[in-house]
């Protein structure tokens, strides 16, 4: 009678290795002995195999805990412009001044390449200037931004056409992408930039919001009050 021999194949092997992770606890001599095959160079032992691997993911942590630092900090910056910003609209005795106060922090503290502002009512004391346009609120020419105006929503990324025409005029070729914010019954504040990659679809507009938000609470300080009833 012949001894029967059970042969195991290298996947029945490697299915039994996976029912029981915690084979190698139990010999750990395998451990050291075991080869396993580089991508690159020479072969090596499975502890160091596993030692490298655990330095890939901690250099991978690392380098993740760098960009997270790196965008709070950038996140931090924005909050303290944002709220200087607000600040230094509050401040202004009029409703020129604080669109002035507007176009110039955009310009110098968030770096924009080109501001502009279009109101839908003109402003006292302001003329039309190449950062300040005033269109009827039904004028034709804002046919493109009536979806951005219903909604509210900041726009990030390469306008159409026809919004870069109305906002940017003769310099439209300048602008490569632009930040798009509607202030619905107030107008629209832009930033445009030189740069293609400066402003994209899907980066964060929760700080434009804010800015939005303080410029009409700041322009509504000047709005006509209706007379008191008796």
């Known amino acids: 009678m012949h001894d029967h021999e059970e042969k195991l194949g290298a996947h029945e092997v490697a299915a039994w290795l996976r029912r029981h992770p ?5 010999f750990p001599d395998l451990a050291l002995t075991l080869v396993v095959p ?24 690392s380098r993740r805990l760098q960009e997270l630092f790196a ?20 401040r202004q005795g009029s409703a020129g001044d604080t669109l002035r106060a507007m176009a110039a922090t955009l310009s110098e503290e968030f770096e924009g390449d080109l501001v502009r502002i279009v109101v839908f009512q003109p402003v006292a004391g302001m003329e039309e200037a190449d950062w300040l346009h005033v269109v009827d609120e039904g004028d034709p020419a804002l046919d493109a931004f009536r979806d951005c105006l219903a909604d509210g929503e900041p726009i990030c990324g390469r306008l159409q056409p026809a919004k870069n025409d109305l906002l940017y005029d003769a310099r439209v070729e300048e602008v490569q992408s632009s930040a798009l914010l509607p202030l619905p019954g107030v107008g629209l504040v832009a930033v445009g930039s030189h740069d293609a990659n400066r ?32």
């Open 71 to 90: 965008n709070a900090q950038q996140n931090e910056r924005l909050a303290v412009r944002t709220h200087q910003l607000a600040l230094a609209l509050m």
């Open 199 to 230: 402003f994209y679809p899907g980066m964060g507009t929760l700080f434009l919001r804010m800015m939005g938000e303080a410029l009409v609470t700041a322009l509504q300080r000047f709005e006509p009050q209706a007379p008191a009833r008796d």
């Open 38 to 61: 580089r991508d690159e160079g020479t072969a090596a032992s499975l502890a160091s195999y596993q030692l490298e691997v655990l330095r890939d993911k901690n250099r991978e942590l």
């Open 22 to 26: 915690r084979f190698l606890q139990q």
